[in-house]
């Protein structure tokens, strides 16, 4: 089970960090990401780590977003900086076994 806290209402330019928190051991040892997706369009990837800490960005967020996790808490994030509003979109937390129940990011420009 994956549950996602932090999205919300920001101006553009601004900050958010997502979090994840994954029940049970399993983030130690499977892939985790961030996917997002906009009214009327597919799921997209957004980022993703590995379990041995490599990461893979979308072209469209690289360099203003960073995902990173702590093993000791389960729990994946996702830093958003310099937001765009063609970055509103509701952002899913994912890993090979669930997805998480989507959180809302709205940029306003």
């Known amino acids: 089970r994956l549950v996602e806290s932090g999205g919300g209402l920001v101006q553009a330019g601004g900050s958010l960090r997502l979090s994840c928190a994954a029940s049970?051991?399993?983030?130690?040892?499977?892939?985790m990401g961030w996917y997002r997706q906009l009214p009327g369009k597919p799921r997209e990837l957004v980022a993703t780590?590995?379990?041995?800490?490599?990461?893979n960005y979308a072209d469209s967020v690289k360099g203003r977003f960073t995902i990173s996790g702590d093993n000791a808490k389960n729990t994946v994030y996702l830093q958003m900086n310099s937001l765009k509003s063609e970055d509103t979109a509701v952002y899913y937390c994912?890993?090979?076994?669930?997805w998480g129940q989507g959180t809302q990011v709205t940029v306003s420009s």
């Open positions: 994912w890993n090979p076994f669930a």
């Open positions: 049970g051991s399993i983030f130690s040892v499977s892939p």
């Open positions: 780590l590995t379990s041995d800490g490599n990461t």
